[in-house]
């Protein structure tokens, strides 16, 4: 049922999304339009969980564009969603960190291993990662880094975090 009504909908490349969410690396869906993302909401469903998902790529491409997109679609389909830089961390209060720690998506833009290891940073970075894949609510990193750069320039216990993150590039 969507919006109270029954429909059939035919997806036309389901075979290809289940071979995606099957294959272990990460993958993007985009939609110009908020409802067509609330009806794959309805139909594609993957059994296998990601909490933690590297969104990387080049400088000026879109990454921040499309990730405030995501926290708005969240937002219009009643999830609560944070978009936050990561050098920014640092300064929060505890009230700013703990709503990191337990809304329903988490988008972390600049995200970068130097900023990231700082020790201010990384221990709430640690704090909050843990917390969110116990609750397994989502968390989106935007970086230019790949995650293999992320990996090996990270805090250690960022670093083990990280190697079981989903990546989209």
Known sequence: AYAGKSFRMDVPERAEFDRL????????????HTGCFELVGYTLRSDRPIHVLVYSGETQTGK?????????????LGKSSMFCKCEAI???????IADMKTC????????AADIAS?????????????IRNTAGLKT??????????????????????????????
């Open 21 to 32: 969410a099957a294959d272990g690396r990460g993958f993007v869906m985009l939609s110009s």
């Open 64 to 76: 921040t564009f499309l990730s405030v997109i995501l926290a708005k679609g969240m937002i219009n």
């Open 90 to 96: 640092g300064d929060m209060d505890a009230e700013n």
């Open 104 to 111: 329903d998506v988490l988008i972390i833009d600049d995200f």
């Open 118 to 130: 700082q020790r201010n940073i990384a221990y709430a970075l640690n704090s909050v990662f843990e």
């Open 140 to 169: 989106v990193l935007v970086t230019t880094e790949s995650r293999n750069e992320l990996v090996s320039a990270s805090d250690v216990r960022l670093a083990s975090k990280l190697k079981k993150a989903g990546v989209i590039s």
